[in-house]
Protein backbone atom coordinates (compact mmCIF):
# COMPACT_ATOMS: atom_id res chain seq x y z
CA UNK A 1 0.00 0.00 0.00
CA UNK A 2 2.84 2.38 0.90
CA UNK A 3 4.39 1.37 -2.35
CA UNK A 4 1.10 2.86 -4.17
CA UNK A 5 1.00 5.67 -2.43
CA UNK A 6 4.56 6.48 -3.60
CA UNK A 7 4.11 5.63 -6.86
CA UNK A 8 1.13 7.74 -6.86
CA UNK A 9 2.64 10.32 -5.42
CA UNK A 10 5.65 10.69 -8.02
CA UNK A 11 2.98 10.52 -10.65
CA UNK A 12 0.98 13.28 -9.62
CA UNK A 13 4.37 15.18 -9.65
CA UNK A 14 5.21 14.57 -12.69
CA UNK A 15 1.80 16.15 -14.00
CA UNK A 16 1.73 19.18 -11.63
CA UNK A 17 5.44 19.76 -13.77
CA UNK A 18 3.99 19.14 -17.17
CA UNK A 19 1.11 21.57 -16.09
CA UNK A 20 3.51 24.28 -15.01
CA UNK A 21 5.95 23.62 -17.50
CA UNK A 22 6.43 24.63 -21.74
CA UNK A 23 4.88 22.81 -24.15
CA UNK A 24 2.34 22.83 -27.03
CA UNK A 25 -1.06 23.85 -25.48
CA UNK A 26 -2.49 20.65 -25.79
CA UNK A 27 -0.01 17.92 -25.73
CA UNK A 28 0.94 19.34 -22.32
CA UNK A 29 -2.87 18.64 -21.27
CA UNK A 30 -3.00 15.77 -22.46
CA UNK A 31 0.22 14.14 -21.00
CA UNK A 32 -0.91 15.61 -17.15
CA UNK A 33 -4.13 13.94 -17.72
CA UNK A 34 -2.24 10.59 -18.78
CA UNK A 35 -0.28 11.12 -15.86
CA UNK A 36 -3.20 12.03 -13.37
CA UNK A 37 -5.12 8.74 -14.44
CA UNK A 38 -2.20 6.66 -13.40
CA UNK A 39 -1.97 8.28 -10.03
CA UNK A 40 -5.76 8.13 -9.30
CA UNK A 41 -5.73 4.75 -10.00
CA UNK A 42 -2.80 4.28 -7.49
CA UNK A 43 -4.25 6.43 -4.84
CA UNK A 44 -7.47 3.80 -5.71
CA UNK A 45 -4.95 0.71 -4.97
CA UNK A 46 -3.90 2.40 -2.10
CA UNK A 47 -7.47 2.85 -0.91
CA UNK A 48 -6.70 6.89 -0.31
CA UNK A 49 -10.22 7.62 -1.74
CA UNK A 50 -10.08 11.33 -0.98
CA UNK A 51 -6.35 11.70 -2.78
CA UNK A 52 -8.03 9.42 -5.84
CA UNK A 53 -10.87 11.73 -5.44
CA UNK A 54 -9.33 14.88 -5.94
CA UNK A 55 -6.64 13.73 -8.84
CA UNK A 56 -10.16 12.48 -10.95
CA UNK A 57 -11.07 16.10 -10.54
CA UNK A 58 -7.66 17.41 -11.97
CA UNK A 59 -7.95 15.52 -14.49
CA UNK A 60 -11.74 16.30 -15.82
CA UNK A 61 -9.93 19.99 -15.64
CA UNK A 62 -6.94 18.62 -17.97
CA UNK A 63 -9.65 17.40 -20.38
CA UNK A 64 -11.87 20.24 -20.61
CA UNK A 65 -8.38 22.08 -21.36
CA UNK A 66 -8.30 19.98 -24.51
CA UNK A 67 -12.38 19.37 -25.28
CA UNK A 68 -12.73 16.56 -24.55
CA UNK A 69 -16.04 16.92 -22.47
CA UNK A 70 -16.79 12.68 -22.18
CA UNK A 71 -13.75 12.25 -20.70
CA UNK A 72 -13.96 15.04 -18.32
CA UNK A 73 -17.67 13.71 -17.18
CA UNK A 74 -16.24 10.27 -17.19
CA UNK A 75 -13.48 11.33 -14.74
CA UNK A 76 -16.15 13.55 -12.82
CA UNK A 77 -17.90 10.24 -12.07
CA UNK A 78 -14.44 8.73 -11.42
CA UNK A 79 -13.72 11.22 -9.11
CA UNK A 80 -17.47 10.62 -7.51
CA UNK A 81 -16.83 6.92 -6.94
CA UNK A 82 -13.93 7.87 -5.25
CA UNK A 83 -15.50 10.33 -2.75
CA UNK A 84 -18.78 8.35 -1.80
CA UNK A 85 -15.99 6.09 0.31
CA UNK A 86 -15.27 9.25 2.35
CA UNK A 87 -17.35 11.82 1.45
CA UNK A 88 -21.35 12.19 -0.11
CA UNK A 89 -21.19 15.93 -0.99
CA UNK A 90 -17.63 15.58 -2.51
CA UNK A 91 -19.46 12.68 -4.97
CA UNK A 92 -22.96 14.37 -5.34
CA UNK A 93 -20.95 17.88 -6.61
CA UNK A 94 -18.27 15.32 -8.96
CA UNK A 95 -21.56 13.71 -10.04
CA UNK A 96 -22.89 16.96 -10.68
CA UNK A 97 -20.66 18.43 -12.94
CA UNK A 98 -20.46 15.02 -15.34
CA UNK A 99 -24.49 15.38 -15.87
CA UNK A 100 -24.17 18.96 -16.83
CA UNK A 101 -21.37 17.86 -18.84
CA UNK A 102 -23.40 14.63 -20.75
CA UNK A 103 -25.89 16.87 -20.94
CA UNK A 104 -23.87 19.37 -22.92
CA UNK A 105 -22.25 17.03 -25.43
CA UNK A 106 -26.30 15.04 -25.91
CA UNK A 107 -25.49 12.30 -24.26
CA UNK A 108 -29.37 12.56 -22.00
CA UNK A 109 -29.19 8.51 -20.99
CA UNK A 110 -25.53 8.49 -18.89
CA UNK A 111 -26.91 12.06 -17.60
CA UNK A 112 -30.20 10.37 -16.19
CA UNK A 113 -28.08 7.67 -14.82
CA UNK A 114 -26.35 9.64 -12.73
CA UNK A 115 -29.19 11.97 -11.61
CA UNK A 116 -30.64 9.48 -10.50
CA UNK A 117 -27.36 8.22 -8.26
CA UNK A 118 -27.49 11.97 -6.93
CA UNK A 119 -30.85 10.93 -5.83
CA UNK A 120 -29.77 7.83 -4.70
CA UNK A 121 -26.99 9.14 -2.60
CA UNK A 122 -29.09 11.70 -0.88
CA UNK A 123 -31.28 8.90 -0.08
CA UNK A 124 -28.65 7.41 1.62
CA UNK A 125 -28.32 10.20 3.41
CA UNK A 126 -31.90 10.29 4.29
CA UNK A 127 -32.48 13.82 2.44
CA UNK A 128 -36.26 13.13 1.33
CA UNK A 129 -36.57 16.46 -0.40
CA UNK A 130 -33.44 16.52 -2.16
CA UNK A 131 -34.01 12.63 -3.20
CA UNK A 132 -37.17 13.18 -4.22
CA UNK A 133 -36.09 16.09 -6.09
CA UNK A 134 -33.86 14.33 -8.36
CA UNK A 135 -35.67 11.26 -8.87
CA UNK A 136 -38.06 13.69 -10.27
CA UNK A 137 -35.13 15.25 -12.77
CA UNK A 138 -34.02 11.48 -13.73
CA UNK A 139 -37.57 10.64 -14.33
CA UNK A 140 -38.17 13.38 -16.73
CA UNK A 141 -34.85 12.54 -18.49
CA UNK A 142 -35.97 8.60 -18.86
CA UNK A 143 -38.61 9.55 -20.35
CA UNK A 144 -37.54 12.11 -22.63
CA UNK A 145 -35.01 9.59 -23.66
CA UNK A 146 -38.07 6.73 -23.71
CA UNK A 147 -36.34 4.64 -21.13
CA UNK A 148 -39.90 3.59 -19.63
CA UNK A 149 -38.91 1.29 -17.09
CA UNK A 150 -36.02 3.27 -15.58
CA UNK A 151 -38.38 6.62 -15.73
CA UNK A 152 -41.68 4.21 -13.57
CA UNK A 153 -39.02 3.02 -11.59
CA UNK A 154 -37.59 6.89 -10.19
CA UNK A 155 -42.06 8.15 -10.58
CA UNK A 156 -42.04 5.70 -7.82
CA UNK A 157 -39.56 6.63 -5.54
CA UNK A 158 -40.94 9.88 -5.86
CA UNK A 159 -44.18 9.15 -5.36
CA UNK A 160 -43.02 6.95 -2.41
CA UNK A 161 -41.23 9.87 -0.98
CA UNK A 162 -44.15 12.48 -1.58
CA UNK A 163 -46.46 10.42 0.41
CA UNK A 164 -44.23 10.25 2.95
CA UNK A 165 -44.40 14.12 3.19
CA UNK A 166 -47.83 13.85 3.53
CA UNK A 167 -48.04 15.42 -0.24
CA UNK A 168 -50.69 12.93 -1.00
CA UNK A 169 -51.85 14.61 -4.34
CA UNK A 170 -48.82 14.56 -5.72
CA UNK A 171 -48.40 10.73 -5.34
CA UNK A 172 -51.88 9.79 -6.32
CA UNK A 173 -51.25 11.48 -9.25
CA UNK A 174 -48.09 9.65 -10.05
CA UNK A 175 -49.05 6.09 -9.01
CA UNK A 176 -52.80 6.92 -11.08
CA UNK A 177 -50.10 7.58 -13.89
CA UNK A 178 -48.41 4.65 -13.89
CA UNK A 179 -51.29 2.45 -13.48
CA UNK A 180 -52.91 4.13 -16.72
CA UNK A 181 -49.93 3.37 -18.69
CA UNK A 182 -49.25 -0.35 -17.30
CA UNK A 183 -52.61 -1.08 -18.22
CA UNK A 184 -51.22 -0.29 -22.20
CA UNK A 185 -48.57 -3.10 -21.74
CA UNK A 186 -49.06 -7.04 -20.86
CA UNK A 187 -45.70 -6.88 -18.91
CA UNK A 188 -46.79 -4.80 -16.75
CA UNK A 189 -50.49 -4.77 -16.74
CA UNK A 190 -49.46 -7.42 -13.38
CA UNK A 191 -48.29 -4.74 -11.48
CA UNK A 192 -51.45 -2.34 -11.83
CA UNK A 193 -53.10 -3.61 -8.80
CA UNK A 194 -50.13 -2.24 -6.48
CA UNK A 195 -49.89 0.90 -8.02
CA UNK A 196 -54.03 1.14 -7.67
CA UNK A 197 -53.32 0.07 -4.04
CA UNK A 198 -50.81 2.61 -3.48
CA UNK A 199 -53.05 5.57 -4.68
CA UNK A 200 -55.76 4.26 -2.83
CA UNK A 201 -53.45 4.37 0.36
CA UNK A 202 -52.74 7.96 -0.18
CA UNK A 203 -56.76 8.75 -0.87
CA UNK A 204 -56.81 6.87 2.87
CA UNK A 205 -55.03 9.50 3.96
CA UNK A 206 -56.57 12.45 2.59
CA UNK A 207 -59.45 11.12 5.03
CA UNK A 208 -61.80 11.89 2.85
CA UNK A 209 -64.25 9.13 2.47
CA UNK A 210 -66.14 11.02 -0.70
CA UNK A 211 -63.06 10.93 -2.65
CA UNK A 212 -61.96 7.71 -1.53
CA UNK A 213 -65.50 6.35 -2.51
CA UNK A 214 -64.93 8.05 -5.82
CA UNK A 215 -61.28 6.72 -6.52
CA UNK A 216 -62.28 3.25 -5.98
CA UNK A 217 -65.11 3.61 -9.12
CA UNK A 218 -62.31 5.08 -11.06
CA UNK A 219 -59.90 1.96 -10.28
CA UNK A 220 -62.68 -0.21 -11.46
CA UNK A 221 -63.38 1.71 -14.54
CA UNK A 222 -59.88 1.46 -15.41
CA UNK A 223 -59.13 -1.93 -14.63
CA UNK A 224 -62.28 -4.07 -14.46
CA UNK A 225 -60.16 -6.67 -13.16
CA UNK A 226 -59.44 -4.12 -10.17
CA UNK A 227 -62.40 -4.98 -8.57
CA UNK A 228 -61.93 -9.14 -8.00
CA UNK A 229 -58.10 -8.25 -6.06
CA UNK A 230 -57.70 -8.59 -2.64
CA UNK A 231 -56.09 -5.05 -2.81
CA UNK A 232 -59.45 -3.36 -3.73
CA UNK A 233 -61.12 -5.69 -1.11
CA UNK A 234 -58.69 -4.06 1.68
CA UNK A 235 -59.36 -0.42 0.30
CA UNK A 236 -63.58 -1.38 0.37
CA UNK A 237 -63.18 -2.65 3.83
CA UNK A 238 -60.93 0.23 5.17
CA UNK A 239 -63.16 3.21 3.89
CA UNK A 240 -66.07 1.10 5.38
CA UNK A 241 -64.54 1.40 8.93
CA UNK A 242 -63.59 4.62 8.23
CA UNK A 243 -66.89 5.97 7.38
CA UNK A 244 -68.85 4.17 10.36
CA UNK A 245 -65.38 5.13 12.64
CA UNK A 246 -64.88 1.60 14.10
CA UNK A 247 -61.15 0.92 14.56
CA UNK A 248 -61.66 -3.06 15.40
CA UNK A 249 -62.89 -3.54 12.11
CA UNK A 250 -60.14 -1.20 10.76
CA UNK A 251 -57.42 -3.25 12.38
CA UNK A 252 -58.92 -6.42 11.61
CA UNK A 253 -59.19 -5.56 7.90
CA UNK A 254 -55.42 -4.90 8.47
CA UNK A 255 -54.50 -8.05 9.78
CA UNK A 256 -56.45 -10.15 7.60
CA UNK A 257 -54.65 -8.65 4.35
CA UNK A 258 -51.28 -8.65 6.04
CA UNK A 259 -51.51 -12.14 6.98
CA UNK A 260 -51.83 -13.47 3.43
CA UNK A 261 -50.04 -10.89 1.57
CA UNK A 262 -47.26 -8.84 4.18
CA UNK A 263 -47.44 -5.16 4.14
CA UNK A 264 -44.37 -3.51 3.62
CA UNK A 265 -43.15 -0.65 6.02
CA UNK A 266 -44.21 2.34 3.47
CA UNK A 267 -47.58 0.72 3.56
CA UNK A 268 -47.64 -0.07 7.27
CA UNK A 269 -46.47 3.67 7.77
CA UNK A 270 -49.51 5.18 5.68
CA UNK A 271 -52.03 2.68 7.56
CA UNK A 272 -51.01 3.77 10.98
CA UNK A 273 -51.62 7.57 10.12
CA UNK A 274 -54.69 6.52 8.86
CA UNK A 275 -55.37 4.46 11.94
CA UNK A 276 -54.20 7.53 14.66
CA UNK A 277 -56.69 9.92 12.88
CA UNK A 278 -60.01 6.83 13.06
CA UNK A 279 -58.96 6.78 16.57
CA UNK A 280 -59.08 10.46 16.97
CA UNK A 281 -62.47 10.79 15.28
CA UNK A 282 -63.21 8.15 17.80
CA UNK A 283 -62.29 9.55 20.39
CA UNK A 284 -64.22 13.09 19.73
CA UNK A 285 -67.02 11.14 19.51
CA UNK A 286 -67.11 10.08 22.95
CA UNK A 287 -66.04 13.04 23.68
CA UNK A 288 -69.24 14.69 22.80
CA UNK A 289 -71.62 11.53 24.03
Not at 134 to 154: H, L
Not at 205 to 229: H, M, N, R, W
Request: glycine letters at 4%; one cysteine or more.
Amino acid sequence: MADQLAKAQEFENKAEKKLNGWGLFGSKYEDAADLFDKAANCYKLAKAWDKAGSIYTKLASCYLKVESKHEAAQASVDAANAYKKTSIKEAISCMEVAVNLFCDIGRLSMAARYLKEIAELYESEQNIEMSMSYYEKAADFFQNEEVTTSANQCKQKVAQFAAQLEEYDKAIKIYEEIARHSLKNNLLKYGVKGHLLNAGLCQLCKGDIVAITKALEEYQELDPTFSGTREYRLLADIASAIDEEDVAKFTDVVKEFDSMTPLDPWKTTLLLRVKEKLKAKELEEDDLT
